[in-house]
Nanobody, 123 residues
Framework: QVQLAESGGGLVQAGDSLRLSCAVS????????TGWFRQAPGKEREFVAG???????LYAEHGKGRFTISRDYAKNTVYLQMNSLKFEDTAVYYC?????????????????WGQGTQVTVSS
């Protein structure tokens, strides 16, 4: 059974940093694309960052230069380091996995999802 579990969210002030974690179990960790998405109240779920099987990375424009995605093979965990957080980064953050070859922006391309972790940035 595939399970993704996010952690690391919280309440921070604008300009602070957070590191989110996504622990993956139930499948061979390295053979899937892993992505981070977020969803703010009243908005659609949007792509944040992704990492491919070959460890190439892709970022949405809103996170470039501030967010970094990485993974630890020994711990079967993917991280999202978020620096210089802004009020508009407030959302529930989800990790997801896809069996496709490339990192894609569409949530529909991902077949397994975690429950999400809340990130709240106060201005």
């Amino acid at each position: 059974q595939v399970q993704l579990a996010e952690s690391g969210g919280g309440l921070v002030q604008a300009g602070d940093s957070l590191r989110l974690s996504c622990a993956v179990s139930g499948r061979t960790f390295s053979t899937y694309v892993t992505g981070w998405f977020r969803q703010a109240p009243g908005k659609e779920r949007e792509f944040v960052a992704g990492i491919s099987r070959s460890d190439s990375t892709l970022y949405a424009e809103h996170g470039k230069g501030r967010f970094t995605i990485s993974r630890d093979y020994a711990k079967n965990t993917v991280y999202l380091q978020m620096n210089s957080l802004k009020f508009e980064d407030t959302a529930v953050y989800y990790c997801a996995q896809s069996a496709l070859r490339s990192v894609l922006f569409s949530p529909g391309s991902y077949d397994y999802w975690g429950q999400g972790t809340q990130v709240t940035v106060s201005s």
